[in-house]
């Protein structure tokens, strides 16, 4: 069994980044614990939807006449108000009966709203236009925006998309909403199943296209898309031209396996103030050789690499929460496979906007460390890639402590990756990031002391001597706007 000991909790506020820093000894300790792979405690299990509002639905069957909708309503598929929450409650509301509301037999079981978010039956009678294998370019170009996300405050809903043979692979239908406007961050993603590899065959927001191989469908990396290892995903910005934009955000998924019940995952961080913070859940396996009084200095030196790093720009001091994870044949485990998978599985804490950080003994492919995604399924606990795990046993000097400076490099990176920043440089040198202001090595072998991006905290590779810690405005400002900021 796997259990988990929250052991303490830490968030203070600025003031003391210059002087002395106490230990965490005196905080209160609360007992919590789950099974391995239990996501009870992640919030999302619901697929609840923000749906405070709608877009111009107007591809509905509506008259003329059609009262505009309360806040908390949503027009149906004839373009009658419904409750909002009931989109997606687990039952599915078909015109029948028991969906009646205000006098109108509710009907969400059509193509613009996903089949009541999955929870009726596509049975193609919407003109074929939510056919999961061939939509038409009206739902792509995003004729009917779904409920808006986010109009609320912070929002992450599951939205159940089930898929569909095609082609020898399989496909769910387009999952349209809509973004309020001043939205700073926003995420999408797409999961399949355990054992199923996603793909974005379409994603588009406002006018802008992110991803698309509809010129070549149902293809891998040769149609212009990869699949990816449990959860495809995506974040705005990941670069100065990619700011999420208000108005409808569509998704079309497919997965290269037979999948599970399929889920799209949103994550939406509108306008308002902020503490500029990211929480960061941190659990030491047993085993590991880690515990607070011998990691606390390598968060601490994070902190100070990812503030500065960010032009003070975000932060994550002692906005951390220690857990203790039981299961020591957790301790030395591969970068893939079906331990790492249940790690990152095991939920921490309530709270689904942090970063998930695991720290083991070592790695038996000795890596330092390994993100679950670039990005990872950011605001998302309990998914097969949620979090970042680093390993003990490389960060240890010769006298057996953990030299805190090159851990801290290792898990902002880490981090980095995670809420979407790519390497500098990869180790072919021959393949860069897609910002315009990191430099870009050539060298066969690049290695830090012989390429402009070696001090970066992003280049592919580093040892304990070398001095990484810097960002560029562009990797900084990827930081700062993330999704997962508090």
């Known amino acids: 069994m796997l259990s988990l000991l929250v052991t303490a909790v830490g968030c203070s506020p600025r003031g003391g980044r210059s002087g002395s820093r106490g230990d ?51 027009e149906d598929c004839n373009g009658s108000c419904a409750p909002a929450d009931w989109l997606g409650d687990g039952l599915c509301d078909n015109g029948g009966p028991d969906s009646e509301y205000g006098g109108n037999n509710i009907n969400f079981a059509c193509g613009q709203l996903n089949y009541d978010d999955g929870d009726c039956e596509a049975t193609g009678d919407d003109d074929d236009s939510m056919d999961p294998c061939a939509p038409p370019l009206s739902i792509l170009n995003c004729g009917t925006p779904g409920p808006v996300i986010g109009s609320s405050g912070w929002a992450n809903p599951t939205i159940g998309a089930p898929p569909t043979s095609c082609s020898g692979v399989w496909a769910a239908a387009p999952v349209t909403r809509a973004l309020p406007s001043g939205v700073v961050s926003a995420y999408v993603g797409y999961y399949g199943g355990a054992d ?65 019940d399929g889920e799209v995952l949103f994550t939406v961080r509108p306008a308002g103030p902020t503490d500029d913070l990211i929480h960061i859940n941190v659990g030491l396996v047993a085993g590991s050789g880690a515990s607070q009084a011998n990691f606390a200095d390598s968060l601490y030196a994070a902190a100070d690499l990812l503030y500065f790093g960010t032009g003070e720009g975000v932060d994550l001091y002692e906005a951390w929460t220690f857990y203790t994870i039981s299961d020591s044949n957790l301790s030395y485990i591969d970068s893939s496979g079906s331990a790492i998978d249940s790690l990152r599985q095991t ?47 490389p960060h240890l000097d010769g006298n057996g402590d953990v030299d805190a400076t090159y851990m801290a ?78």
Request: proline share 7%; net charge negative; glycine share 12%.
């Open 24 to 74: 965490d000894d005196d905080a209160a300790d609360d007992d919590d614990s789950v099974e391995p792979g239990d996501d009870d405690d992640t919030g999302n299990d619901d697929d609840d939807v923000d749906d405070d509002d709608v877009g111009d639905d107007d591809d509905a069957a509506n008259d003329d006449d059609t009262a505009d909708c309360a806040s908390d309503e949503i």
């Open 196 to 260: 199923a590899r996603p793909l974005f065959q379409y994603l588009g927001n406002g006018a802008g296209v992110i991803a698309d191989t509809t010129t070549n469908p149902f293809a891998s990396s040769s149609g212009g898309g990869v699949y990816d290892t449990h959860v495809a995903g995506a974040v705005m910005p990941m670069t100065p031209g990619t700011s999420p934009q208000s108005g409808c955000i569509v998704l079309w998924p497919s997965t290269d396996d037979t999948p599970s």
């Open 409 to 486: 490099q290792t898990i902002v990176h880490e981090i980095g990756h995670y809420i979407g920043l790519y390497h500098t440089t990869e180790g072919s040198g021959s393949t860069w990031d897609p910002l315009s202001d990191t430099p870009q090595c050539t060298m066969s072998s690049p290695t830090p002391s012989g390429c402009a991006d070696g001090g970066n905290i992003m280049f592919w590779t580093g040892g304990p001597g070398d001095d990484q810690s810097t960002l560029s405005p562009q990797q900084a400002n990827v930081y700062v706007s993330s999704p997962i900021v508090q």
């Open 347 to 393: 939920a921490m804490g309530n709270d689904d906007r942090t970063v998930n950080l695991f720290v083991i003994g070592a790695f038996d492919d000795s890596i330092l460390g390994i993100a679950g995604g670039i990005p990872g399924p950011i605001g998302h606990q309990g998914y097969p890639t949620s979090g970042v795990v680093v390993a003990m046993e």
